[in-house]
């Protein structure tokens, strides 16, 4: 199964999370490709058979007014034309720094879905890393949340 994990990051929370449902994933025999967003044109998708998308939470708090997704990265899955990951299965998961990051998995998931793929896991992981509106790094998420997060990423690889 080619999976890939596609992802935003500002301050390296998202790309943690990527890396940590990646090691999760290599315990079911799932060896993931991780790349930035803007490594990537849509059609490259149409490559794997599961994608996951991350996104940290970007003003996820004032549903439904926004999404809560980084701009840049929704802008990506709405260029994505309706049913072009028809037969490929998905999921999703967020960072946020206190507050919002349930309705951007939720925001993720949507979008996954009106491209056509299939969500096998919902709602996916909402972790908390980071500091208001990234202005610094901030603290990394805790020893729970790195669980959850393998965790994830060894039931989303056993659904083959
Ligand atoms: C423009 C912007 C808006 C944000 N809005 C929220 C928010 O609504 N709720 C929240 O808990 N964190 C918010 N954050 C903080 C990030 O979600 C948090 O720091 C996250 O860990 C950053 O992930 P990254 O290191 O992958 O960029 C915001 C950050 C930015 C830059």
């Given at each position: 199964?080619k999976?890939l994990?596609?992802?935003?990051?500002?301050?390296?929370?998202?790309?943690?999370?990527?890396?940590?449902?990646?090691?999760?994933?290599?315990?079911?025999?799932?060896?993931?490709?991780?790349?930035?967003?803007?490594?990537?044109?849509?059609?490259?998708l149409?490559n794997y058979d599961?994608i996951?998308?991350?996104?940290?939470?970007?003003?996820?708090?004032?549903?439904?007014?926004?999404?809560?997704?980084?701009?840049?990265?929704?802008?990506?899955?709405?260029?994505?034309?309706?049913?072009?990951?028809?037969?490929?299965?998905?999921?999703?998961?967020?960072?946020?720094?206190?507050?919002?990051?349930?309705?951007?998995?939720?925001?993720?998931?949507?979008?996954?879905?009106?491209?056509?793929?299939?969500?096998?896991?919902?709602?996916?992981?909402?972790?908390?890393?980071?500091?208001?509106?990234?202005?610094?790094?901030?603290?990394?998420?805790?020893?729970?949340?790195?669980?959850?997060?393998?965790?994830?990423?060894?039931?989303?690889?056993?659904?083959?």
């Amino acid at each position: 199964m080619k999976t890939l994990i596609i992802y935003y990051s500002k301050t390296g929370h998202t790309l943690d999370a990527a890396r940590d449902i990646a090691e999760g994933m290599k315990e079911n025999q799932v060896i993931p490709e991780i790349r930035n967003y803007i490594e990537m044109k849509y059609r490259d998708l149409g490559n794997y058979d599961l994608i996951l998308v991350g996104s940290p939470c970007h003003a996820g708090s004032t549903a439904p007014l926004r999404s809560g997704i980084a701009r840049p990265l929704e802008r990506f899955l709405k260029s994505i034309p309706r049913n072009f990951l028809q037969g490929k299965k998905a999921a999703a998961f967020s960072v946020n720094a206190g507050l919002g990051a349930g309705n951007t998995v939720r925001s993720l998931e949507k979008l996954l879905k009106r491209a056509g793929a299939l969500v096998v896991y919902s709602p996916g992981p909402a972790v908390k890393a980071g500091a208001p509106l990234s202005l610094w790094r901030g603290p990394d998420y805790n020893s729970r949340d790195r669980e959850k997060l393998r965790s994830f990423g060894k039931q989303v690889a056993s659904n083959k």
